[in-house]
């Protein structure tokens, strides 16, 4: 089964440094998403990026985060200068396939990527 | 407020018990209510509600949606070791985004 794919895993960073995740989106889907979860609490929406620009983002997703689709397969956030609180669980997810209404699509999750900013 | 809110926030039960995970949320301009399963990580996808009244299946899970009290349920009947984990819903605006509850953090002992 195809699957959203993460990396890396766990990434370990000194605070003010610029970070970049990485994420490979099920093949075929259109629309692409960030989420972040702060140890012991909710799963919060960053942004979603669909035909190759940000259709929505929340109050989280500031200046110092950006989002970039460089080719056909990769999707990145970047957190430019990172703060002790942006230590969290980043998820990335897509959905949306091609040729199908997408209102009745889930979005699929990768594994995640670890943050710890020191 | 844009809120789910899930209930309990935890509960343990023996196996082969019956479990039902609360789910209500506040605003009624949404297109689809979703149950994911978290267990080490990735949220797993389980169920997408759109109608309500019409329950979904997939083998021991069920989930049902009432969007005239604005709730959902999950049922989780004979249950096993292997459904030990947390249970999020979350309501979907039209693939803009997800807004999730807490979760259940479902535990059982065998």
């Known amino acids: 089964e195809p699957e959203v794919t993460q990396t890396p895993s766990h990434q370990v960073t000194q605070m003010g440094q610029e970070v970049i995740l990485r994420c490979v989106p099920i093949s075929n889907h259109l629309y692409f998403y960030w989420y972040r979860q702060i140890l012991g609490q909710k799963v919060e929406f960053l942004v979603s990026?669909?035909?190759?620009?940000?259709?929505?983002k929340s109050e989280i997703f500031d200046d110092q985060f950006s989002v970039e689709r460089p080719d056909g397969s990769n999707f990145t956030l970047k957190i430019r200068s990172t703060k002790l609180e942006d230590s969290a669980m980043y998820f990335c997810?897509?959905?949306?396939?091609?040729?199908?209404?997408?209102?009745?699509?889930?979005?699929?999750f990768g594994d995640g990527t670890r943050l710890s900013i020191l | 407020e844009d809120k789910v809110v899930q209930s309990p926030l935890s509960l343990v039960v023996h196996e082969g018990d019956t479990v039902t995970l609360n789910c209500s949320y506040e605003?009624?301009?949404?297109?689809?209510l979703l149950w994911y399963k978290q267990e080490k990580k990735a949220p797993t996808f389980l169920f997408m509600l759109t109608s309500s009244g019409i329950e979904k299946k997939s083998g021991r899970l069920s989930s049902i949606l009432d969007k005239k009290e604005l709730f959902s349920i999950l049922n989780i009947t004979a249950t096993q070791t292997g459904d030990s984990a947390i249970y999020l819903c979350a309501r979907d605006f039209g693939n803009e985004k997800l807004t999730f509850g807490t979760g259940t953090r479902l535990t059982i002992i065998p």
């Open positions: 990026f669909y035909n190759n620009e940000i259709s929505e």
């Open positions: 997810a897509s959905s949306g396939l091609s040729g199908l209404p997408v209102s009745n699509q889930p979005q699929h």
């Open positions: 605003v009624t301009n949404f297109r689809s």
